[in-house]
């Protein structure tokens, strides 16, 4: 059975630090792109927001721009789990956050900087059911 279990998520003071897991298992994890999403409060119903990825070609990280210099994506394959540091959060990185993959190539490259039309669900195969992150002022 595949799954994807992500953790880590809280109530946090804006300016504090997380660390968000993505454990996976069910699938072969080194053929898999794994990107992290959110979705704010009062959002459902949009597609989510496509934060950073990893890609399991050569381990290349991405980030969308909003988030650059504040969250660090990685990967520990021997443990099938990707994380999410994020430091200096902001009220507005409330959200709840998705863990989710896809196997390809080029996947992060089309995920976090699609050049044209985007599926809601980003083309992904699978995905986790999030985690909560609270932020507050």
């Known amino acids: 059975e595949v799954q994807l279990v992500e953790s880590g998520g809280g109530l946090v003071q804006a300016g504090g630090s997380l660390r968000l897991s993505c454990a996976a298992s069910?699938?072969?994890?080194?053929?898999?792109?794994i990107g992290w999403f959110r979705q704010a409060p009062g959002e459902k119903g949009k597609r989510r927001e496509a934060?950073?990825?990893?890609?399991?070609?050569?381990?290349?990280?991405y980030y969308t721009n909003s988030v650059k210099g504040r969250f660090t994506i990685s990967s520990d394959n021997a443990k099938n789990t990707v994380y999410l540091q994020i430091h200096s959060l902001k009220p507005e990185d409330t959200a709840v956050y998705y863990c989710?993959?896809?196997?390809?190539?080029?996947?992060?490259?089309?995920?976090?900087?699609?050049?044209?039309?985007?599926?809601?669900?980003?083309?992904?195969?699978?995905w986790g059911k999030g985690t909560r992150v609270t932020v507050s002022s």
């Open positions: 989710a993959a896809r196997k390809g190539d080029n996947v992060c490259m089309a995920t976090i900087s699609p050049l044209g039309w985007v599926p809601d669900d980003y083309g992904m195969d699978y």
């Open positions: 069910g699938f072969t994890f080194d053929d898999y792109a």
């Open positions: 934060v950073s990825c990893i890609s399991s070609v050569d381990g290349s990280t």
